[in-house]
């Protein structure tokens, strides 16, 4: 079912909706929030739900042989419309970072309307999955950040299909992303990273489906009684565990290496040329080898700034 | 760090960084050295944390020129250190933007992060080092932002009032507003600058890409004599004259929202001794020629905050009353 949780009346063009799609099966306790779209130009996060609203609702009507719904699921695709329709991550008319925004206000300005509707409406899930891109300039490997995971919410990474966890900053910006709100109200929820912004990736994006719809069987919400639940080989990546790469020049970086590769310490990450002679200013050298989860995006680079994050391989054989 | 002189003064790289084209961005500052080999005190003043808000740039142009000036005339008037940090983001002012550009990050949330690697990341902690290494009291400049005019005010957050009041009343602000802590804070100059026990004071006034010289010219008046009240100068002639501030805490501040989209039309600025029913302005919706909403204050009080941006969604704060206080 698709209703309007959010209605806030603009002054000259339509008003700000905010959308939420629910389905209910008779165990409504095992229940799962999935949320993308806090920032406008990520758009793998929207599309992912979208696929997901097209799937439950095939199953809805039985036309998807041997899904049944079986607890409550709510999709809320696109949480800053008004960045999404302005084609921006933040909505320019406050320059506000919606993810700075959690948990909201209900009688504030328009953002924080949305995040305290989106926070409202979610309270009661056990389960949360965030969908986001890479941050501004950077493009990311699927994978899940989840802080301080118990055994619990490391099942549920499992079931996710990703292969790496990350420990998000604990910082004290961190208490006022959705994320941060969700680990207060001791919802069980993870971030799902992937791709970069403005640019939709179908083919990333059907690789990650299958993963959200396991998730949804695992946490009791979706059932299929013909169909075995996937217990994914998940890495818990420590902070510490995280090499980042840094240019020592600003310019033109042009990459050497692909994500969601291994990459192996001395191995050429990228150059970097100066932007008016194209003269080669830094080989940027891998100084561990590990996996590489984020790549920068954006080929101008500033001296200093991140190139690349490496998760250092596990010494164990088998993963946690 | 690199050190240029002009006469007395002396100037200061404390940060830079490379832009793509190799050209360096360099946040500089001003240093006022003491005329006595053991300085009374250390007193630093920073502005364009944010790079649309140019009334603190402007005010320590004008504290810049005043110190130049008495440092020909009585450089003995100098007992203490004065450190002037007059754009520390400056692509950000160059582009008339809040953020940082490029990045598009707050650079008044960067402080106390310790991960991360960029150069917004990078000059909040050579900022905040160096602000430690100079400085015993600290003043921080802002001007609202976009949506908002804001009286000549000192906000503090509660727990370090104790310290901060009585530094706050000799700057001649109309107001000092102590708040709760929120999470949002805990990333700021200010906050982290408290925390580490330098005294800073976040002063708020006017609105962003704008100078309100009268505002500017009042808080210069406040600077100097804090600068004469805790020592760090001191001159033949008596310290300017001050105004009392209102002390208010939150539950004296009413905020006025919007109940409806449109366009608000202000009639009347920033003004003390508002009476309850008095006209703020109105909410109209320019589409049928209708009022929507008639804004009236709700409180006798002072109008301290005022809403300049026209346009406005329902929840759009047009003002703040500090109420039950006729100054």
């Known amino acids: ?320 | 760090m690199t050190t240029r002189k002009e006469g007395l003064l002396q100037i200061q790289k404390i940060s830079c960084y490379k832009i793509p084209s190799g050209q360096r961005v360099e946040i500089l500052k001003q240093f006022f050295p003491s005329s006595r080999k053991r300085p009374v005190k250390s007193v630093a003043f920073v502005s364009g944390l944010h790079g649309n808000e140019l009334e603190g740039i402007y005010i320590c142009y004008l504290l810049t020129k005043y110190l130049k000036e008495l440092q020909k005339s009585q450089p003995e008037a100098f007992l203490g250190e004065i450190h002037i940090y007059p754009a520390v983001n400056p692509q950000a002012t160059d582009n008339a933007t809040r953020l940082w550009p490029f990045l598009s990050i707050d650079f008044n949330r960067q402080f106390g992060i310790s991960e991360g690697n960029s150069p917004a990341i990078n000059c909040a902690k050579e900022l905040i080092n160096n602000l430690k290494d100079s400085a015993d009291i600290v003043v921080d400049f802002h001007a609202s932002n976009l949506h908002l005019k804001e009286t000549p005010q000192i906000r503090i957050t509660e727990g370090f009032h104790k310290k901060l009041i009585p530094l706050a009343v000799h700057c001649n602000v109309n107001l000092i507003w102590v708040h709760p802590l929120s999470a949002m804070f805990k990333s700021t100059l200010g906050y982290n600058m408290n925390q580490s026990k330098v005294p800073t004071l976040v002063i708020e006034t006017g609105i962003a890409l704008r100078i309100n010289q009268d505002f500017s010219n009042r808080i210069l008046l406040g600077m100097l004599n804090l600068l004469y009240q805790v020592g760090v100068l001191a001159t033949k002639k008596p310290p300017p004259t001050v105004s009392n501030p209102i002390i208010v805490h939150p539950s004296q501040v009413i905020p006025i929202h919007s109940k409806y989209a449109g366009l608000f039309i202000g009639h009347t600025d920033i003004k003390k001794n508002i009476l309850k029913g008095e006209m703020i302005g109105e909410v109209v919706d320019a589409k049928n020629g209708k009022t929507l909403q008639e804004i009236t204050a709700t409180e006798d009080g002072f109008l301290f905050t005022m809403r300049e941006h026209p346009l406005v969604y329902p929840g759009a704060l047009l003002g703040r009353i500090a109420k039950n206080i006729i100054a």
């Open chain 1, 1 to 320: 079912m698709k209703e309007t949780i959010l209605s806030i009346q603009s002054p000259f063009a339509p008003p700000i909706e905010l959308a939420q799609y629910t389905w209910k099966g008779p165990k409504p306790k095992n229940s799962v929030s999935i949320v993308s779209g806090i920032q406008g130009n990520q758009l793998n996060g929207i599309y992912l739900c979208s696929r997901l609203v097209r799937f439950l609702n095939s199953v809805e009507s039985g036309k998807e042989p041997g899904y049944y719904l079986k607890g409550s699921i709510k999709i809320i695709p696109a949480v800053n419309s008004p960045a999404i329709f302005e084609g921006k991550a933040l909505w320019s008319f406050h320059d506000l970072d919606m993810n700075l925004a959690f948990p909201g206000n209900e009688q504030g300005e328009v953002i924080e309307r949305i995040a305290d509707s989106v926070c409202r409406h979610t309270k009661d899930s056990q389960f949360g999955v965030i969908i986001k891109s890479a941050d501004l300039n950077y493009n990311d490997a699927p994978h899940l950040f989840c802080l301080n995971p118990d055994g619990l919410a490391k099942d549920f990474a499992r079931s996710l299909g990703a292969q790496n966890v990350r420990e998000p900053k604990d910082s004290s910006t961190f208490k006022l992303s959705l994320h941060g709100h969700w680990i207060d109200e001791m919802i069980t929820s993870v971030v799902l990273s992937a791709g970069k912004e403005n640019h939709l990736d179908i083919t990333l994006c059907e690789d990650i489906l299958p993963g959200l719809i396991n998730s949804l069987l695992w946490a009791g919400a979706l059932g299929n009684d013909h169909k075995e639940l996937i217990k994914y080989r998940v890495k818990f990546n420590k902070q510490n565990k995280e090499t980042l790469i840094s240019s020592h020049a600003g310019g033109f970086f042009l990459p050497k290496v692909t994500l969601g590769s291994e990459v192996k310490k001395g191995q050429k990450i990228g150059d970097i040329f100066d932007i008016h002679s194209n003269a080669t200013l830094e080989s940027v050298l891998a100084n561990s080898s590990g996996y590489l989860v984020t790549l920068r995006n954006h080929p101008i680079i500033y001296q200093k700034e991140v190139i690349a994050v490496l998760l250092e391989k596990s010494k164990f054989r088998f993963w946690s």
